[in-house]
């Protein structure tokens, strides 16, 4: 039940009681309280004035001798400056003063002090010998001081000093004092400073003189009468093993690793138990089997009985464990920690809790903390507990572990099983469909961070879903998983709807791997719009270049023609062309993103004259981020073949020169003509020098050719497929390809004919090994890699950039295979498409039209028709 409420004289907020309450604060206000008008009074200040005449090292002298602590201070903060600059001079005057000040210096001298000898050391400013001699005795003078934050910072710089120190200086220095400060006749912090050094020093030295010297001493601590120093002095066991070599641990860490794991103090327990898991590797099969393996199973009983200060570091700890007991565990004993580890994996989920958490006392929910922490270490090791139940046994073993995780009340579990949600997809391999709920179920969790760490790899996962199944086939792509698109909108939307714009953004950016993934349709009418709408609504910068960037990615994946240009159409005209100087900003940002994405040509075809267009646009910021673009542009001219395109950019750029007035534009422009002036130009035939990027944009034109041959090819494949075909479903497919090709813009040119002699055989077996290709391409995931390509168009020749068997050219296949870049007559055009905003086309050839209206059959007489003119040129 909830607390009655106060009573009503309790929650008087009449007008009287307001009054009374801003007559105390106005009380507060008028306190007069003596206020000094100078920070400084004169002479403070004459006191502080040094004069400018003195060096550094003068001036570091007099203020380390009769300045006030702030200057002290500031003087040895900048000591490393100082050792840089006149080492000699600094050590002989300034160090000696150094040390006065510092045995009656404060905290923050002395941190600081510490700090700068640190940095001395690692900027080796000074030989080692030297640092020696100067600096260790201020090290280790100061070691013991009475604050313990000082006392750590002096040792850390001397666990540092330690790694560079030679060995007769670490003996005399360091080891033999040491003997003495270990004793129990010393104070507490003595002994835990001797710890952490012995701990530092057993790598240095020979194995004779640690037996001799330093085990005596370890064994002394490990005994000692304060548990902060056993259990100090036993995580320094695991450094002292990696030095001394197997036989001594077996013989003397060992033991004392299972004394200490017996011992009255809880934290003692822990240290021992986290070692001996670090230490695994070093013993052999039967000091597991019969030392530590009963050890482990005593800490496991205990955890939940009598010691729950351990559970927590066994939750965390498990999965190393496992694996580093693996061999030697019998069936029973492997079940008994598997049980264990679910059981792990639920604790605190048992208990039922409907109270209000104000009214749960303190120690149960610290308790519940506790609970959190475990099952999250649970999550993290899940991983490994899968190779220790071996993969083929998930569904049975740990599947219903693994959905208890996915679905935990408390975020930090879930979001530590997003994270390790990759590793589990890859351990399962061809197992991975068994996990395709969970990874519904965390897209559409409802905390953003949980969110956040799946969507890190989540392009892997989806590919792992993809591929792992039985069915490979690209059609039937996570058919099987049918929730996952609305997961990821729904996910996305969310993000858009949250402040987080950075999980916003990542996760548009790992989009781009959907083409990979799901078909061209559904990117299309699921994502591509959306990917609009971010770029011209959203208002942090970031996220519109990453939805412009991922739109351009499904743009380049597009398998029908007519999609691809609607969405070059509404690029050009809602962003090249928008009323917003943001949207045509974002513009040229897509245009930068084209340009990385596409081939020259299909820039220099659709985008080119929109970009440089904006070089007449109102508004200086947009004119000016189209001079930082213009070198781009350039670089995807092509010389003979654009060279109309090349006259039209310096033209722009003339203009720019002539009429620019605001003047930070025009200084723009003229380093912007610098740069164009100083470009090479690439050639349309290969040079050496831009050989590779030559041949990577071929590589794309090829890929983007193929597109199109594979949108006709599907088409004619299914008109003369001998499968039966309803009237009604015939006409309408008619009816919707037709369409389709209507529906282009009027300004897109057909490709220029070349010189060919295909025989109509020829031509038959051109295009039955095209639509085996196609048939091929369809079965597999397509990966934009160029290997990949090669094998897809290697049938095609390389008819385009060289002349084939068949006398084909790039361009005279464009027009065998795609009929959609003929033009059209206006009245041809639907609204979307109309001439007075058809699509610019900047075609490297000149085009020859065709009337589709005076041909029966479109397909057939526009190839003939292609093929006489050919022949006619030989």
Partial sequence: MHPPPPPAAAMDFSQNSLFGYMEDLQELTIIERPVRRSLKTPE??????????????????????AGQDIQGTSVIANLPFLMR?????????????????????????????????????????????????????????????????????????????????????????ILNPLVSKAQLSQTVQSRLVSCKILGKLTNKFDAHIIKREILPLVKSLCQDVDYEVRSCMCRQLENIAQGIGTELTKSVVLPELIELSRDEGSSVRLAAFETLVNLLDIFDTDDRSQTILPLVKSFCEKSFKADESIVISLSFHFGKLCHGLYGIFTPDQHLRFLEFYKKLCTLGLQQENGHNENQIPPQVLEQEKKYISVRKNCAYNFPAMIVFVDPKNFHMELYSTFFCLCHDPEVPVRYTIAICFYEVSKLLNSGVYLIHKELITLLQDESLEVLDALIDHLPEILELMSTGGESSVQENKLSSLPDLIPALT?????????????????????????????????????????????????????????????LCIFLRYNRKQEQRHEVIQKLIE???????????LRFLDTCEFIIEIFSK?????????????????????????????????????????????????????????????????????????????????????????????????????????????????????????????????????????????????????????????????????????????????????????????????????????????????????????????????????????????????????????????????????????????RKSNP
């Fill in 85 to 173: 600059q006149n080492p000699a001079e600094t050590l002989r005057r300034v160090l000696p003063k150094v040390r006065e000040v510092l045995h009656v210096a404060g905290v923050e001298m002395q941190l600081t002090a510490a700090v700068s000898f640190l940095t001395i050391l690692q900027e080796e400013s000074v030989s080692i010998h030297a640092y020696a001699h100067s600096f260790l005795q201020v090290i280790l003078l100061h070691l013991e001081h009475r604050d313990t934050g000082v006392s750590n910072a002096w040792l850390e710089t001397l666990l540092s000093v330690i790694e560079v120190l030679p060995k007769e200086t670490l003996r005399h220095e």
């Fill in 574 to 584: 809602q962003l090249g062309q928008g009323k917003s100087y943001w949207n045509r």
């Fill in 490 to 550: 729904a996910a996305e939307q969310r993000a858009a709807a949250s402040l987080k714009w950075r999980t916003h953004e990542k996760l548009l950016q790992k989009f781009a791997c959907l083409p990979h993934v799901i078909s061209s349709d559904q990117i299309y009418y699921r994502f591509l719009q959306r990917m609009f709408t971010i770029m011209m609504t959203n208002n942090v910068l970031p996220v519109q270049k990453a939805a412009s960037r991922t």
């Fill in 601 to 869: 040509s299909f820039f220099c075809k659709y985008f080119f004259l929109p970009a440089i267009e904006l070089t007449h646009d109102p508004v200086a910021n947009v004119r000016m981020k189209l001079c930082y673009l213009l070198p781009k542009v350039k670089s995807t001219l092509k010389i003979p073949a654009d060279k109309h395109l090349l006259q039209q950019l310096e033209m722009c750029v003339r203009k720019l020169l002539c009429q620019e007035k605001d003047k930070d534009v025009l200084a723009i422009v003229k380093k912007t003509v610098l740069e164009l002036d100083r470009m090479e130009m690439s050639m349309d035939a290969f040079q050496k020098k831009f050989y590779e990027k030559d041949l990577l944009d071929q590589e794309k034109e090829r890929e983007e050719l193929l597109f199109m041959e594979m949108e006709q090819l599907e088409k004619e494949k299914q008109q003369n497929d001998g499968r039966p075909m309803s009237d009604k479903i015939f006409e309408k497919k008619r009816r919707d390809s037709k369409t389709a090709t209507q529906s282009l813009p009027k300004s897109i040119p057909i490709s220029v004919p070349g010189p060919s002699s295909v025989s109509p055989s020829t031509s038959k077996e051109i295009k039955k090994s095209k639509l085996i290709r196609s048939q091929s391409f369809n079965n597999q995931a397509f990966h934009a890699k160029y290997g990949n390509l090669e094998k897809c168009a290697s049938k095609s020749s390389t008819a385009g950039y060289t002349p084939s068997v068949s006398g084909l050219t790039k361009t005279s296949m464009l027009s065998l295979t795609d009929d959609s870049f003929r033009t059209r007559n206006a009245s041809s055009v639907p609204t979307s498409f109309s001439s007075s905003t058809s699509l610019p086309s900047t075609s490297r050839g000149t085009a020859n039209s065709a009337d589709p209206k005076s041909s029966g059959n479109k397909d057939t007489q526009a190839r003939k028709a292609t093929l006489k003119s």
């Fill in 44 to 65: 403070e200040i004459e006191r502080l004035t040094v004069d400018e005449g003195l060096s550094d090292i003068e001036r570091a002298v007099y203020l380390l001798s």
